[in-house]
């Protein structure tokens, strides 16, 4: 009992059917100190985390807080033993306003005469109070629906704030921040160590990491690998436990396999709405791996999402393989040989409920269909090949989607085009949330397409990788192109420059400020 | 030891109803004994065939996290449709006085009256489809109102006077049996139930439809047409009441407004006891076999048992809750 521990978990065990999902983990977090944790996607944390909020029950293990044994029925009994968390996936209400999503469930009450009232005013003030305290200036009264990922995320982060809670778990907070956003998180977060509060960080940002955590904590397959001071662990070392192996290359050796022939022609591409996509242009050639890049709400998924026929278009036209598409639905896309991987992998992606067989050859069962019937033996050997050959760690192929972890369920909707053999593949955030062994075996991938004459177009938030991967980045800003990089010059600093292009505050303040009726 | 009983606390919540009802059933059989002669078990599977014929219907509704609140009322305009398309010839009270006698070719006609039947429930069917996809209106009010519109034009086709004095040709279609032995009721529904298994099962279609339901979105996106499919599967449905209610006449050997009042609500309750989910992408027809079997045996039990018929209402309303619960429970030990 050298020192005495904000959190401790010991030995934590949870079995899914045919998945080993926690085996041994162990987890200290001292007082006053952020604490990261990390691991592979599929390594166990979010898990970890669940178990330690009641939302699974562990198999074995002991919590312990501020030394005394607890164990916590759900996520309602750790908020009153002071652990908040902020999710990966948010689950905001979004019709209804950012107070009452701070709120719910602990609404300041008022007396109204025999009976108790919601008193708004109290809840309306205090929001707006720590939504300041956290630098976001929204009107507590405008709907949550209104704001985008990044700024709903903003919001979580002050609830958690606001629950004054002495243990708050950030589960990937930074995912859809931008900068300016995370530097405020940090500011946030380093006021709450000041004030004792302890956090686990989980990120797969080794730089973000090394700038805030005071300890890291490394998972690899469910198991524990160990415990260690910031200070006395490298980046290199770090990896090296998290994926068992020496990891030399980030990104796989770029080489060039562009051609003269043009597959994709956009022509001043123009949305319905005026605060999204506007007169948008540009070519993808055969074999090139085309990165957007630019802020969060600069609509390059909208921009992709036009052309994959799921949003309206007002003008302009789209060429592909040398002829107009016209595309008014995905499934003319996918005719004209488009693929389309979607950034929310959860809200359009994953058919929950169903095996990964279904998950796989959804969007490719009219290729196995004979005489009306589908030839399951095709199907099976489609599914078992890509199984294989993306590494998708399941038991099989019957097994439900939702039962793998976001790696592996990304893995899937890839094989799921591949099916396809699309020749232009839309890869929007395709390594989100994915830790680094996954992410290499996902540019290994992108790398082989190319090279079979494929084309890419990625939209990645993250700088390192759209330089590290693409041969041409065309850079967004407030629904306009702004510029264009390559080679030499696709440095972080061109593409900041063009991404900032246009002054944002003016249109993203005006969105939320519609109020919800009460 | 300890993994043994979970798995039979397992068992009782993804089967309960099932277990409870064959606890029933035996319990009326030692208490009537009659309740397992060879015609009793031959009345309930002939109750079931037409059921199970709708119940399929609504089915492919349910998986699409849709419901069909117009079934009912579509099995009953189809049969007062057949009803007054297949008279006898000399009966009095016939309905259309210039209906011709078909003399040797009234199977012929029979068979044409199928499928005026289905096409005309298929009209209802696709306006179903096209409310509900195209216009997004949710499933329980389109068909809430389509059923009221059935209703009435049903109605007015009929001016509400009872339909009888069938043609023998109609009435041997649910009475008759092949070689003596095998009523053509039981393998018209078996035909059905294996064309079903097969569409779910085996086609595109069937795929997209447990795709629809388990992400609507993931589904568009993986370029599945999901409006067309929707509409085919109301249509399907309606096709199916069509056929149901031309075998419900056929079996009553009569049919009025009223005919197939709330049937809705049983094929639906049927389909959730034999494991369709409320919540979407999950059903399959051997379920929805089970399910139309043991609300059947239910209400057989009951009648046996000398149970008041108000009484009945109260245990099958009691049953419905139950099952839909012990349905959501399955759904959140998933998570």
Known sequence: ?518 | MKAKNFNIKDFLVNNGIIVVLVLLAFYTGIMQPTFFSKDNWINIALNVAPRFIIACGVSGCLITKGTDLSAGRQVGLAACLAGTLLQKPDYSGKFYQNLPDFGGMWWLWVIAVILICVAVCCVFGFINGIVISYLQVPAFIGTLGMQLIVYGVCLVYTNATPIGGYHSAYTIVAKGKLFGVLPYLFLIALAVGLVMWFIYNMTPHGKYMYAIGGNEQSAEVSGVNTKRTKIIIYMTAAALYALGGFLVGAKSGGSSVNMGQGWELEAIAACTIGGVSVNGGIGRISGVLIGVLVFEILKTCLQYLGVDTNYQYIAQGIVIVVAIALDIRKYIAKK
């Open chain 1, 1 to 518: 009992m050298a020192e005495q521990y904000r959190l401790e978990m010991k030995g934590v065990k949870k079995t899914f059917p045919g998945v080993k999902a926690l085996d041994g983990v162990n987890l200290q977090v001292r007082p006053g100190t952020v604490h990261a944790l990390m691991g592979e996607n599929g390594a166990g944390k979010s898990t970890l985390m669940k178990c330690l909020f009641g939302i699974y029950k562990m198999d074995e293990g002991e919590v312990y807080i501020d030394g005394v044994k607890t164990e916590i029925a759900n996520p309602d009994d750790a908020l009153h033993k002071g652990l908040a968390m902020v999710h990966q996936e948010l689950q905001p209400i979004p019709a209804r306003s950012i107070a009452e999503n701070m709120y719910l469930g602990r609404y300041p009450m008022k007396k109204f005469g025999p009976i108790k009232i919601v008193d708004h005013a109290t809840m309306n003030s205090e929001a707006e109070k720590w939504l300041r305290d956290v630098k976001m200036n929204f009107n507590p009264k405008a709907q949550l629906g209104t704001l985008s990922i990044g700024q709903m995320q903003s919001v979580e982060i002050a609830k958690a704030v606001s629950q004054s809670a002495n243990l708050v778990i950030l589960d990937e907070p930074t995912s859809s921040l931008t900068d300016n956003e995370v530097e405020a998180l940090f500011r946030i977060i380093r006021d709450l160590k000041s004030r004792g509060v302890s956090m686990i960080y989980i990120s797969h940002k080794m730089a973000e990491i090394r700038q805030i955590s005071d300890d890291i904590t490394i998972m690899r397959d469910g198991t524990y690998v160990g415990t260690w001071r910031i200070e006395d662990i490298s980046d290199e070392e770090i990896v090296r436990q998290m994926v068992g192996r020496e990891l030399t290359n980030v990104y796989p050796p770029k080489d060039d396999y562009r051609t003269d022939e043009t597959v994709l022609k956009v022509d001043h591409l123009t949305s319905i709405h005026s605060n999204s996509f506007q007169d948008c242009s540009f070519e993808l050639k055969r074999g090139e791996i085309l990165g957007f890049g630019g802020l969060v709400g600069a609509q390059r998924t909208e921009l992709m999402e036009a052309i994959f026929g799921m949003r309206h278009i007002q003008r302009g036209t789209v060429q592909i393989l040398g002829k107009e598409a016209h595309i008014k639905r995905p499934q003319d896309a996918i005719n004209s040989s488009v693929g389309m991987i979607t950034e929310d992998r959860r809200g359009n992606g994953i058919f929950g409920c169903l095996s990964i067989d279904d998950n796989t050859a959804i969007a490719s069962y009219k290729n196995y269909t004979h005489a009306g019937k589908i030839n399951k033996s095709e199907v099976d050997k489609v599914v078992k090949d890509s199984i294989a050959k993306l590494s998708i760690k399941t038991p099989s192929g019957k097994t439900l989607i939702q039962s793998l972890s976001g790696g592996n369920q990304q893995k899937v909707i890839i094989a799921r085009w591949l099916a396809n053999n699309p020749d232009i593949l839309i890869m929007d955030e395709p390594t989100r949330g994915i830790d680094v062994g996954a992410k290499y075996e996902i540019y290994q991938i992108m790398i082989e397409l190319v090279k079979q004459g494929k084309s890419i177009i990625m939209i990645s938030s993250e700088m390192p990788e759209l330089i590290g991967m693409s041969n041409r980045i065309i850079v967004m800003c407030n629904g306009h192109i702004t510029g264009e990089v390559e080679g030499e010059d696709a440095t972080q600093e061109n593409i900041m420059a063009f991404a900032t292009k246009f002054d944002l505050s003016g249109s993203t303040k005006k969105e939320a400020t519609q109020e919800v009726q009460s």
